[in-house]
């Protein structure tokens, strides 16, 4: 009897840690109007074709782990919170694979991705199979198979892909979704659709680039990301076409970004984000410019004496002619004073009348054409 006892508790274990590899939460709510959608598995939108077989029979798994070749869609997969998920167990080392049978084709001519949402707590980066059979249908070659292979995957987590398939020229008479693991191992598989978005899933806001003495900062947020990698920052010159700026790569994740260009070229300097998608496709910010000053970078400014009394001299170099604003500011922020220069190329003076500041410590700054240039503490 205790023996009994404590095998049940071995297979108890043993079970237990069989299920501790499921996903604990389901893949990300599928974010695309229904309008946009054909589905094929997904438990947010209403299925455009009957599925015939989940699991054909050609394939090399079993679904949900069970020993049944052809569970159909009314069989139970694993489910979280009521929401279905295919769960693939691969079991036959002559391949790993299983295609979706659809009982009737999708024409899939008109949309612009095909999406799946995969987890494996054990495989490796899976690939995918578009497989059309054509006009001239099945039994009549050819028959065409496009191979969908994701740029980026993350063991024990949802991999949400959307593979673009504007290129792909047989999607018409689409018959199967086939999914190809690497080897012995698990695949949860979600929100099987093509879709018609033309804009991926993150959205871009406040993206705002500003001139600084030595180098140009770019910030931006996101007020959503879906499924999404990270930006590539890419710039140009009036001249020249935009290139990515060696190494900016900005990882997503977050919400705000910040990037420092330290080799802004002199004029115009016009800017853009790639923004990237975890299966490589990817689409462009708008174009943000700036004018930057490189004659004026290394202007300095000069306060003399410093501690100051009643009268401060300033003294700086301008590279250009133009407007400079002196101003004095507490270490507050606070703006106490600002005085406009007609600033001549080279060598320019000027007295400010402090008798009246407090003791303090302040900041004077000089600003040529809009942009601060330098500045100095001083103490009074
Ligand atoms: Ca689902
Ligand atoms: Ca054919």
Same mark, same amino acid.
């Given at each position: 009897?205790?023996?009994?006892?404590?095998?049940?508790?071995?297979?108890?274990?043993?079970?237990?840690?069989?299920?501790?590899?499921?996903?604990?939460?389901?893949?990300?709510?599928?974010?695309?109007?229904?309008?946009?959608?054909?589905?094929?598995?997904?438990?947010?939108?209403?299925?455009?074709? #009957?599925?015939?077989?989940?699991?054909?029979?050609?394939?090399?798994?079993?679904?949900?782990?069970?020993?049944?070749?052809?569970?159909?869609?009314?069989?139970?997969?694993?489910?979280?919170?009521?929401?279905?998920?295919?769960?693939?167990? /691969?079991?036959?080392?002559?391949?790993?694979?299983?295609?979706?049978?659809? %009982?009737?084709?999708?024409?899939?001519?008109?949309?612009?991705?095909?999406?799946?949402?995969?987890?494996?707590?054990?495989?490796?980066?899976?690939?995918?199979?578009?497989? +059309?059979?054509?006009?001239?249908?099945?039994?009549?070659?050819?028959?065409?198979?496009?191979?969908?292979?994701?740029?980026?995957?993350?063991?024990?987590?949802?991999?949400?892909?959307?593979?673009?398939?504007?290129?792909?020229?047989?999607?018409?008479?689409?018959?199967?979704?086939?999914?190809?693991?690497?080897?012995?191992? +698990?695949?949860?598989?979600?929100?099987?659709?093509?879709? %018609?978005?033309? #804009?991926?899933?993150?959205?871009?806001?406040?993206?705002?680039?500003?001139?600084?003495?030595?180098?140009?900062?770019?910030?931006?947020?996101?007020?959503?990301?879906?499924?999404?990698?990270?930006?590539?920052?890419?710039?140009? #010159?009036?001249?020249?076409?935009?290139?990515?700026?060696?190494?900016?790569?900005?990882?997503?994740?977050?919400?705000?970004?910040?990037?420092?260009?330290?080799?802004?070229?002199?004029?115009?300097?016009?800017?853009?984000?790639?923004?990237?998608?975890?299966?490589?496709? /990817?689409?462009?910010?708008?174009?943000?410019?700036?004018?930057?000053?490189?004659?004026?970078? +290394?202007?300095?400014?000069?306060?003399?004496?410093?501690?100051?009394?009643?009268?401060?001299?300033?003294?700086?170099?301008?590279?250009?002619?133009?407007?400079?604003?002196?101003?004095?500011?507490?270490?507050?922020?606070? #703006?106490?004073?600002?005085?406009?220069?007609?600033?001549?190329?080279?060598?320019?003076?000027?007295?400010?009348?402090?008798?009246?500041?407090?003791?303090?410590?302040?900041?004077?700054?000089?600003?040529?054409?809009?942009?601060?240039?330098?500045?100095?503490?001083?103490?009074?």
């Amino acid at each position: 009897m205790k023996k009994n006892y404590l095998t049940f508790l071995g297979l108890m274990t043993t079970v237990l840690s069989v299920q501790a590899q499921d996903p604990t939460v389901n893949a990300p709510t599928p974010p695309y109007a229904s309008s946009l959608v054909q589905s094929i598995f997904s438990d947010t939108y209403t299925n455009a074709v #009957t599925v015939s077989q989940f699991n054909e029979s050609t394939g090399r798994a079993q679904l949900n782990g069970l020993a049944i070749p052809n569970p159909g869609a009314g069989n139970p997969n694993l489910n979280i919170a009521g929401n279905q998920i295919l769960k693939y167990t /691969f079991t036959n080392s002559t391949g790993y694979y299983t295609p979706i049978l659809l %009982a009737t084709t999708i024409n899939a001519s008109s949309d612009r991705y095909l999406h799946i949402d995969i987890y494996t707590p054990n495989g490796g980066m899976p690939k995918f199979k578009i497989i +059309d059979y054509g006009p001239d249908g099945v039994s009549t070659a050819p028959n065409s198979e496009v191979v969908l292979t994701p740029t980026s995957f993350t063991q024990g987590a949802w991999n949400s892909y959307d593979f673009l398939i504007t290129s792909v020229a047989n999607k018409s008479n689409v018959w199967k979704i086939l999914i190809e693991g690497t080897g012995l191992f +698990d695949y949860y598989v979600d929100n099987v659709y093509f879709h %018609a978005s033309t #804009t991926l899933p993150v959205a871009l806001t406040d993206f705002v680039v500003k001139a600084f003495s030595n180098s140009v900062v770019l910030n931006w947020k996101t007020a959503s990301e879906e499924k999404f990698n990270g930006f590539e920052v890419e710039h140009r #010159t009036d001249n020249a076409d935009f290139k990515a700026i060696n190494g900016a790569f900005v990882s997503g994740g977050k919400n705000t970004y910040s990037y420092t260009h330290n080799n802004p070229a002199n004029g115009n300097n016009y800017y853009r984000l790639k923004m990237v998608d975890q299966d490589g496709t /990817f689409e462009y910010s708008d174009i943000q410019a700036v004018q930057f000053d490189l004659a004026g970078a +290394d202007v300095k400014i000069q306060c003399y004496p410093n501690p100051v009394t009643d009268q401060l001299n300033i003294r700086f170099n301008a590279h250009t002619v133009g407007e400079a604003i002196i101003s004095l500011q507490d270490l507050q922020g606070r #703006t106490i004073s600002q005085t406009k220069v007609n600033a001549t190329s080279g060598d320019n003076q000027s007295v400010m009348n402090t008798s009246s500041l407090n003791k303090g410590v302040y900041l004077v700054s000089i600003s040529l054409n809009g942009k601060v240039l330098d500045s100095q503490k001083i103490v009074k």
